[in-house]
């Protein structure tokens, strides 16, 4: 039917007019003798034709065929103007209109001349036909004071937000300059103003002589469209800087903070958020964003000096605390009294999938070790935290960050879980494992203590001397270590390793303190606040709980110990914030149980934020 030569299988007097008039016409052209050959099929009634043939007999697509023809056309014959001056000669029939007799179709042709979208399509077409594209600009004066600066004048339309940037006066001169631009604000996106930029009159008002807060108050008041004459910076500054991204490690607010150069410009940020740094060119104060709204404005930031700085005035400031944050455990009441038995004997074997399984690292000993206050001198001493606790008050304002996806081919990250005593993490990981035990595990530990009868070395705990115990905190070989009834406990790097070499994910609970010695390139751990609901919510949901203490077993939950455990899960987040990847609060079991499970596997399948020292040492390697 159609050839890739569509005159190929014509007539001889189509084929001439197919190469005469293919420029003119070509495409209408094709489409009428394609449908003069579907006119036959569709007279057969052969199927599918019928719809082509009404599809290619549209009106609009002989409109757009006809539109596409004269436009071919056009392009070949390249037209000029007749003339140049088309609303001249509209003007002149019109005054000669005026003068011939009247009849309906002079009064016709005078209105369609006089119609205003006619006149302008005359303009535009005048326009065209003179190259009159460039504004014309008047002659610069002959006499021009050699010492004159050149100025410039800059109009920006005001809109809801604000002009996106900051001005200062000149220490010596007196000048009002543009101080900074932020990032993706108006002045910005204008690209008209840089900073260094002397202001030398708003909207038609001199500035000389006036106080920054003055020149911030006309624009304030100005609405619409603002005039800035200024005097150009002659270097206007050049943005080299790397995006970098960050996690805040501290908590910042502009608005409380009487040294920001302009708190309205100021970006307020918790702990753990992460940061696009867009411009590190000011020594105090940083552009960034947040990470999640990479279209926003930028904000004022603390740098990384000055934050330090802040921080360290601010601790300074506080009276001394003794590091309360961490209480051993919740208070003591009546119940059934803890003896070695009761201490060792929690619920370690379940059957799943047929089979029965073993639960490590679950036992009461080893919690109750986590809770004591006295972690053990070398421990504190290798640490650096003394009794452990609040040791993060200043450390570094920004941790550098970059995307890390875990490949399917790379071992498991660590999942970490935290969280105030009794809020349930022992629980929650326990169903975890249970649910699908071929998947998630838990660490054995290690111990000083002598084997039970009834143990086995590397199923209860990992059992080892002191020496070898100690040998492996001074070889940074321990993620967490206690001691309880003059025993050391603890969980071991390696230990972890041996679970995530079975390919599977190792589920950890730590306190918030431990935190930093597991996050490292090795594990990458993804840790997991589990936060308690409200106190009226809790109420309700642990009516049955049972929670352990230093000295008691299944010791019912008092209205006071869950005010304590909101407290404490307040003062983990402050403190610790940063670390937690994931909060979940822990309201009813089942709710938190399938958000931990989502949480974990968007851990090890989706990007995360991770420190950009993870990802290097990996490259490295
Ligand atoms: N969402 C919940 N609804 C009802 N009861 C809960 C919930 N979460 C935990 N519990 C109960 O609260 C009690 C304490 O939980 P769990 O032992 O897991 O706390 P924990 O955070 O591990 O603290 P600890 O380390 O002191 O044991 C348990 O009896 C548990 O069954």
């Known amino acids: 039917m159609i050839q890739s030569d569509p005159g190929a299988d014509l007539p001889d007097k189509d084929r001439k007019l197919s190469t005469a008039d293919h420029v003119e016409n070509g495409l209408s052209r094709i489409l009428r003798l394609l449908l003069q050959e579907l006119s036959l099929f569709y007279s057969r009634d052969v199927s599918g034709v019928s719809l082509l043939y009404d599809l290619l007999h549209s009106p609009w697509l002989q409109a757009l065929l006809k539109v596409y023809g004269c436009l071919q056309e ?95 006066r000149h220490e010596i001169t007196g000048d009002i300059l543009v101080a900074r631009v932020i990032h993706g604000g108006l002045v910005d996106r204008s690209g008209l103003l840089y900073a260094g930029d002397k202001l030398v009159e708003v909207n038609g008002v001199s500035v000389e002589g006036l106080e920054p807060e003055q020149v911030i108050h006309i624009l304030a008041m100005s609405q619409g469209t603002v005039v800035f004459k200024v005097v150009p910076v002659s270097d206007p500054p050049v943005s080299g800087w790397r995006t970098v991204h960050v996690r805040a490690m501290a908590e910042y607010r502009p608005r409380e903070d009487p040294a920001i150069p302009c708190a309205d410009a100021g970006l307020p940020f918790r702990k753990g958020d992460v940061l696009q740094v867009v411009d590190q060119s000011d020594a105090l104060w940083w552009q960034a964003r947040r990470a999640s709204e990479p279209a926003a404005c930028a904000g004022l930031i603390p740098s990384a000096h000055l934050l330090r700085r802040k921080q360290r005035e601010f601790w300074w400031s506080q009276p001394y605390q003794p590091h309360t944050c961490l209480k051993p455990s919740i208070c003591e009441y009546d119940y059934m009294k803890i003896d070695e038995k009761c201490v060792e004997a929690d619920k370690e074997e379940f059957v799943g999938y047929g089979q029965k399984f073993f639960l490590a690292g679950f036992r009461r000993s080893l919690r109750l070790c986590r809770r004591k206050s006295h972690r053990g001198q070398l421990w504190a001493s290798l640490r650096g935290t003394g009794t452990g606790g609040c040791c993060t008050a200043v450390g570094t304002p920004y941790e550098e960050v970059a995307r890390y996806q875990r490949h399917p081919a790379d071992r498991h990250r660590l999942v970490v879980l935290v969280g105030p005593s009794g809020v349930g993490v022992n629980e929650l990981r326990r169903r975890l494992i249970e649910f699908n035990p071929s998947h998630f595990q838990s660490a054995v530990p290690h111990t000083t203590r002598s084997p039970k009868s009834y143990e086995m070395n590397g199923r209860e705990y990992h059992y080892v001397s002191k020496e070898t115990f100690e040998s492996l905190i001074y070889s940074h070989r321990m993620l967490e270590c206690g001691e309880y009834k003059g025993h050391l406990y603890g969980t071991s790097v390696d230990a972890v390793h041996t679970v995530l070499d079975e390919g599977k994910i190792c589920v950890l609970d730590l306190e918030p303190q431990d935190i930093q010695v597991a996050r490292t390139s090795e594990l990458k751990p993804y840790v997991i606040f589990i936060k308690p609901s409200s106190m009226s919510s809790m109420k309700q949901s642990r009516k049955n709980a049972r929670i352990i203490t230093d000295y008691f077993v299944d010791m019912k939950l008092q209205d006071e110990d869950l005010q304590e455990m909101e407290e404490l899960a307040q003062k983990m987040e402050t403190q610790f914030g940063q670390f937690f990847d994931h909060v979940i609060v822990n309201d009813s079991f089942q709710d938190a149980c399938a958000q931990l499970l989502s949480a974990i596997q968007r851990a090890q399948e989706d990007p995360q934020w991770v420190p950009a020292t993870w990802i290097s040492s990996d490259t490295e390697a």
């Open 74 to 168: 056009f392009r070949e014959k390249k037209p000029v103007p007749t003339t140049h001056c088309a609303q001249q000669l509209s003007r002149e029939v019109v005054e000669q209109l005026h003068e011939s007799p009247d009849s309906l179709e002079i009064q016709e042709l005078r209105q369609i001349l006089q119609a205003p979208h006619y006149k302008a399509l005359l303009s535009a077409h005048d326009t065209v036909a003179q190259k009159d594209f460039e504004p014309l600009l008047p002659p610069l004066p002959d006499s021009l004071p050699g010492d004159e600066e050149a100025t410039r004048i800059v109009c920006l339309v005001k809109n809801q937000q604000p002009l996106g940037a900051t001005i200062k």
